[in-house]
């Protein structure tokens, strides 16, 4: 997590601008590369921390940042909703590393807690596919090796998410693990209508101070893309000193998370499975 001046946020698109914005002259942050395009009616941020010097400006990890920002997550039945998850899906691909499956897609987070319940909420909508493939039928060839699972926090189970995660990795070996949290933003116009994709890794908890082992190529041994959604804003950001760390999140938080764990769901499956188009994807999990 990035904490710029009274800013925290774990999203490389705000911590870039605030980085940015604080310096004296218009001349880019040493180690930062940044582009940005239109597609499908939503613009795509990335932001590339190459080096050192990079990371300490932002304070986030060397690696890839790419930032989806929605005017809103469009429902299920939205006629739109088909073109925005192709869009997602098209950045999580770029991530992948080459060479396909197997894959481990886990959400993370508390389920019991809406601004927290993204990522178990996301694996509701992720196609475990692994059992299938096992079973050698020609009928699951289109299909990638997908597992799936929803570790929990340490507080209801015990145990550390790393942990679980460590030994189902150790297990499955898979090629990639693929981590969904909620995150913490800094400027409340893009709480629940921004998506980021990075291939750094992720520390569950961070953004909210609440730090647990980091999930990352360094700890686990592979690859990791963490997709998150900023859901909650330190109450300091908003002007008020005396309410930092205390996080508010939008009054629409229980339709907007939904939303956003439904989009996610469905980009990872779009991204996993390129052999299937996005009809034969929604009849298997409508």
């Known amino acids: 997590m990035a904490i710029t001046g009274r800013w925290r946020t774990d999203l490389a698109s705000e911590a870039q601008r605030l980085a940015q914005n604080g310096r004296r002259d218009l001349s880019p942050l040493p180690g930062v590369e940044t582009a940005e395009e239109e597609r499908a009616g939503c613009s795509l941020f990335r932001v590339r921390i190459t080096d050192e010097r990079g990371a300490r ?20 039945g939205d006629p739109g909703f088909p073109a925005l998850a192709e869009t997602l899906a098209g950045a999580i691909r770029e991530l992948l590393p080459p060479g396909g499956g197997p894959y481990l897609v886990a959400g993370l987070g508390n389920a019991a807690v809406t601004p927290d319940a993204l990522g178990p909420l ?98 686990l041994g592979l690859p990791v893309i963490a997709l998150g959604v900023p859901t ?20 629409e938080i229980d339709e907007a998370v939904s939303r956003a764990a439904r989009l996610i769901g469905y980009a990872i499956d779009l991204a996993l499975h390129p052999r299937l188009s996005f009809d034969e994807l929604a009849g298997l999990l409508d």
């Not at 790419?66 to 997550?73: H, I």
């Not at 209508?193 to 609440?210: C, W």
């Not at 002007?239 to 999140?249: K, L, Y």
């Open 57 to 76: 400006a932002l304070g986030k990890p060397v690696g890839r940042y790419c930032t989806l920002e929605a005017g809103r997550f469009l429902p299920r």
């Open 122 to 219: 996301a694996a509701r909508s992720v196609l475990a596919t692994r059992h299938l493939k096992r079973g050698g039928d020609p009928l699951f060839a289109p299909l990638s090796e997908v597992a799936v699972c929803a570790p929990g926090v340490l507080g209801s189970s015990g145990l550390e998410a790393a942990l679980q995660l460590g030994v189902l990795c150790r297990e499955l070996r898979p090629a990639c693990l693929l981590a969904v949290d909620a995150l913490a933003g800094a400027e409340p116009q893009r709480l629940c209508r921004t998506v980021q994709i990075t291939d750094s890794g992720i520390a569950p908890g961070s953004g909210v101070g609440n730090d647990r082992a980091p999930l990352s190529r360094e700890t």
């Open 232 to 251: 909650v804003i330190d109450a300091g950001c908003l002007g008020d000193e005396s309410m930092r760390g205390m996080f508010v999140t939008p009054k």
